[in-house]
């Protein structure tokens, strides 16, 4: 079992950035992908960024790319998530996820644990 706890979030204007952090315990955190996804009030949960075990590969969603990075440092069990050109549709929380394996991933059953979430508001 892994523990995920996010960190980061807050409230920005839009056009500004944020940086998401997310700290995991448990497992050895280079054995598995990590990812992001959001859930904005009153929608379902939607996937947002994932890298794979070394971080060499990623992606995103339509929505998020060419505006965010996902990032991870196995060194220090962590990944980020770098946001910039803010708009009011990307506020919602986000949740930290670790994959079920190595491979990326970007549906909620390939995740195997969560973390708890961080708000992210943009002002328009």
């Known amino acids: 079992q892994v523990q995920l706890v996010e960190s980061g979030g807050g409230l920005v204007q839009a056009g500004g950035s944020l940086r998401l952090s997310c700290a995991a315990s448990?497992?050895?955190?280079?054995?598995?992908?990590m990812g992001w996804f959001r859930q904005a009030p009153g929608k379902e949960r939607e996937f947002v960024a994932a890298a794979s075990w070394t971080g060499f590969t990623v992606t995103y969603s339509d929505s998020v790319k060419g505006r965010f990075t996902i990032s991870r440092d196995n060194a220090k069990s962590a990944v980020y998530l770098q946001m910039n050109s803010l708009k009011a549709e990307d506020t919602a929380v986000y949740y930290c996820?670790?994959?079920?394996?190595?491979?990326?991933?970007?549906?909620?059953?390939?995740?195997?644990?969560w973390g708890q979430g961080t708000q992210v508001t943009v002002s328009s």
């Open positions: 996820a670790a994959g079920k394996a190595a491979g990326l991933f970007r549906s909620g059953p390939d995740v195997g644990s």
């Open positions: 448990g497992r050895t955190f280079s054995s598995y992908a």
